[in-house]
């Protein structure tokens, strides 16, 4: 006689790790239309106008009846010419979150500790939780710095460390760690020490020429932001031919499809677009913090394209609750035994126009 769904066991039929973790939560995503939008540090702009036909040639005749590239060649060599590498130092994923899972399912088996700093990135989190491993959590000083700790055995267990992973600038901050600390951090470090470079592209300086310095140093970096392709998901590591070799072990067979391919690949190519919007987002960055601080705000100095920012007389959550009524969307993070801040995507002009005037209008009638 059958067994009714009733009858059967009730435990769980999916590992305990995952019964037991709440997952990683996107910023909100709103689909009709109506939004500022300035919570999940999209660009603002459009991308390169060679993307486009980039994915028109790639759509044409049956290509996209075949498999893609599973290695992305056509991309590793023109991110090669234009960053100073070689193409074998490259490693292409669906965004830079997947080669994060790549590298902690590569390096960190279950029981094992990886160390991040926090406040940071909270995927981080889940993918430990994901894999079974134990995420050591070391705080940033007030300054936003890593403490003299950060270098030693895993709290939880005394053992050492089998990854770590800075993000560099840093969210929600956007602080940025110099190159020459980070390569002294991994000659202390027992373990490969992994620079997320999600928003590199807005900063004065970079780790890339690392890499060739040390096997210990892996970059991430992603093309959602600096590009303009965050509809896209690509993104892409480098490191040492070696290091490379491995991770392709972990890898999906064709974790870029050809689409993504084309896009990323014309996208990286137009360095003149990349400049240009370089320029634009940092001087758009520069008007909010100066406009913010004449608010009130606590704003710490941002090498990203968004700003971290607190206010000591009204609450942050009460803000971000206000501008989002206004249909105004920004990011309200806490973090236990931090604290809770906002962070603010830099939009293009007319948005954050509208979000300092809404912003403005909310601290005089809390004021009433």
């Not at 055995?153 to 800075?166: A, F, H, Q, Y």
């Not at 590591?237 to 084309?262: G, R, T």
């Not at 009130?296 to 971000?320: L, R």
Request: proline share 6%; with cysteine; aromatic share 8%.
């Amino acid at each position: 006689m059958a067994i009714s769904s009733s009858q059967q066991d009730s435990r769980p039929l999916v590992r305990q790790e995952i019964a037991a973790i709440a997952g990683y939560i996107p910023g909100e995503q709103p689909q009709d239309a109506g939004w500022t939008k300035l919570n999940t540090n999209e660009n603002p702009y459009s991308p390169s106008v060679n993307v486009s036909k980039a994915i028109a040639t790639a759509c044409e005749g049956r290509s996209l009846a075949k498999y893609p590239d599973p290695f992305a060649n056509q991309f590793r060599t023109q991110a090669a010419d234009v960053l100073g590498v070689r193409p074998d130092m490259i490693l292409c994923g669906n965004g830079s979150d997947d080669l994060l899972t790549i590298l902690v399912r590569c390096y960190v088996g279950a029981g094992d500790a990886m160390r991040v700093p926090t406040p940071s990135y909270i995927l981080y989190q889940t993918l430990a939780d994901i894999q079974g491993v134990l995420c050591d959590k070391v705080a940033f000083t007030d300054k936003w710095l890593l403490p003299e700790s950060f270098t030693s055995p895993n709290t939880l267990t005394g053992e050492p460390v089998r990854l770590v992973v800075i993000p560099n600038p840093n969210s929600p901050s956007g602080t940025l760690l110099p190159p020459e600390q980070l390569l002294e951090l991994a000659e202390q470090l027992p373990c490969p020490l992994v620079v997320d470079e999600a928003y590199g592209d807005f900063s004065e300086s970079n780790c890339l020429d690392l890499v060739e310095q040390s096997d210990r140093i892996i970059v991430t970096r992603s093309m959602s932001k600096s590009y303009a392709l965050a509809g896209i998901r690509f993104g892409f590591a480098v490191a040492q031919p070696a290091v490379i070799e491995q991770l392709a072990k972990v890898k999906d067979s064709y974790n870029c499809d050809a689409i993504a391919i084309a896009a990323a690949t014309a996208a990286i190519a137009d360095q003149d677009w990349l400049m240009k919007n370089q320029s634009s987002i940092r001087a758009t960055r520069a008007r909010l913090v100066t406009q913010l601080r004449q608010f009130g705000f606590s704003v710490v100095d941002s090498q990203a394209n968004f700003v971290w920012c607190t206010h000591p007389e009204f609450s942050h959550k009460e803000i971000y609750e206000s501008l989002r009524e206004r249909s105004i969307l920004i990011r309200f993070m806490a973090y236990s035994g931090w604290g809770d801040g906002l962070r603010i995507t830099v939009g293009t002009d007319a948005e954050i126009d509208v979000l300092l005037g809404a912003i403005e209008s909310i601290m005089q009638e809390k004021k009433q």
